[in-house]
Each structure stands twice: as C-alpha cells, then as structure tokens.
C-alpha cells in the first residue's frame, strides 16, 4: 500500500522505519570516523612532507656536487682567461685579472638573482593536505 492510498479505518498504523542503531551508536560512529579521518590526514601529512623533504635532499646533493665542479672549472677559467688577455692583448696581469672577475661577477649576479626568484616561487609546505584539512574542518563546522 502506498502512501497515497487510503487506508482501511480498522487497519493498524504504519510501523516507522527500524532505526539502525541508538543516537549515542550514532554519535560514536560519526566520532570514531571523524578521528580516522584526522588519523589518514596527518598519515598523508608526514607522507607528503617525507616526499618533499627526499626530493630537496636529492636536489641538494646533485647541486653541491655540481657547486664544486664548477669552482674548479670557474677557477682554471679564470686563469686562463686573464692568462689569455695578458698574452693577447697586452694587457698588465693586474687588469687581465680585473676584467676577468668582473664578467664573472655580472654572470653570477644574474644567476643569483635568477635563484631567488625561483626559490620565491617554491613552497615547501605540503599544500594538498593542508587544502584538504582545511576542507574536512570547513566540513564539520558547518
């Protein structure tokens, strides 16, 4: 029988849905749900900075292994550079060496401030699980 029929007047009254459980299982469930939630987000948290935290350090040992490389090769270009105008262009070694270091000085002026703007732009905090933390307690205050 539908809701919309009508009802026989000596037929009992329709039995409400049986409940699933009490309000205070109700409430425990939601609790219990809502510290596993917490749970699996801090979980994600600590992944997600590990990840980062690998990738720096992967990063950062390929740059000082570079770093040094190129002191070495900075070094002997140098030298060979002021070497070269001294020879060539009869320049005193005083002034050879003055014009090397400041070509040099402008290379790496640029380079540096190329670096800050890059790192300006690097966020180390771990922005998916912030977004969603911030999400779920939108969520539960609403």
Known sequence: MTDTEARPADAPPPTPPAVA???TGLVSGIVDDAQKLLGQQVQM?????????????????????????LTVGFLALVFA?????????????????GITALIFLGV???????????????????????????????????
């Open 45 to 69: 948290l600590k992944a997600e900075v590990k990840e980062d935290f690998r990738r720096s350090k992967r990063a950062a040992e390929f740059g000082a292994a570079g770093i040094v490389l």
């Open 108 to 142: 790496g002026g640029a380079l540096a401030v190329t670096s800050y703007i890059l790192l300006e732009r690097f966020n180390p905090l771990p922005d998916k699980t912030m977004g969603a933390l911030k999400e779920n307690l939108t969520w539960k205050t609403s």
């Open 81 to 97: 550079l002021a070497h070269f105008l001294h020879e060539n262009h009869h320049f005193s070694m005083w002034a050879s060496f």
């Open 21 to 23: 459980g009490t309000v």
